[in-house]
């Protein structure tokens, strides 16, 4: 329950373009921390995503019980619900284009 008014928070703080960016010029690399605490979580925010994520799950486990393993595929919409999944996967993802592209953090 905590998580959720934190995350409520932080939303409406990354919202204000103005507040955002006088925070970051008080404590630089307050982003990167707000973004950390969102992306802590493995299951969503509120309970209607809570819900349909654990659909997704049901609806893959059974299919995979009474027809074939191919279903098991649907568990990966499943966790695009998931804030540290997607967290941890976009990670990923710019450390291998910065590798790729030779982009770098400026």
Known sequence: MEDEKIYKILKKIS??????DEMEKVSPGIKAQMAGIMCRSWLPF??????????????????TILFDKRWLLILLIACT???????????????IS???FGTSKK
Do not use: H, Q, Y
């Open 81 to 95: 619900f998931s804030p540290r999944i997607m967290g941890e996967f976009l990670s990923v993802l710019g450390l």
């Open 46 to 63: 509120g309970t209607t995503r809570k819900v349909i994520m654990a659909m997704i799950v049901l609806i893959a486990l059974i299919g």
């Open 98 to 100: 910065r590798f790729l």
């Open 15 to 20: 919202e204000n373009k103005e507040f955002s």
